[in-house]
């Protein structure tokens, strides 16, 4: 009986994993949508003076999110998940979620651009990435690039407020 639990077990974890990488991009953008509210964001041990907040829009097909002024836009586009960041410099990149990431971590990498007038100088994220620590806590980290040189910074996003379930 204890081997046969043991092997049911472990063919529940399998198929479950298995769903879960074939349906990455669906399953992160789930959990885009999830974050809808206001969070407030760590820089260091600094709180900074405005919040980020997301929502969704058109028919639940989208997500926002704003940064301060900033906005970024999360969308599906068949078995993948696009952002596209709207940046105070002026420039758009769009980045694409990477395949076969670890549950609960998000990285979108830049594959296009448009609004960057300087390609040698001009600054724009290369790569956003995304770390679920709970329902409450997300990690943020942003990559700039700016010629060949590479610029992290790093957040703690806490959710303001009680969740959906907790009303």
């Known amino acids: 009986m204890t081997t046969t639990f043991i092997r049911m077990s472990l063919l529940l974890c399998l198929s479950q994993n298995s769903l879960l990488a074939a349906g ?30 997301y929502d969704t829009r058109s028919k639940n097909s989208i997500v926002t999110e704003y940064f301060g ?4 836009v999360f969308y599906r586009d068949g078995e993948t998940l696009l952002m596209t960041h709207f ?4 420039n758009q990149p769009r980045l694409r979620l990477k395949e076969n990431s670890p549950p609960g ?10 609004g960057l007038k300087d390609l040698q100088g001009g600054a724009h994220v290369q790569r956003a990435i995304y770390r679920a620590v ?3 806590q997300m990690g943020l980290e942003l ?12 957040y703690v996003l ?10």
């Open 24 to 53: 990455s991009a669906e399953a992160a953008f789930d959990l885009f949508k999830s974050l809808k509210g206001t969070w407030t964001i760590q820089s260091g041990d600094k709180t900074l003076p405005f919040k980020m907040t």
């Open 69 to 72: 002024s900033e906005l970024s």
């Open 87 to 90: 940046c105070n410099a002026g």
């Open 105 to 114: 971590y998000f990285e979108f990498e830049m594959f296009d651009i448009t």
């Open 134 to 136: 709970n329902d409450r």
């Open 143 to 154: 990559v700039w690039k700016k010629g060949n040189s590479l610029e992290s910074e790093k």
């Open 158 to 167: 806490r959710r303001d407020g009680l969740l959906p379930s907790e009303h």
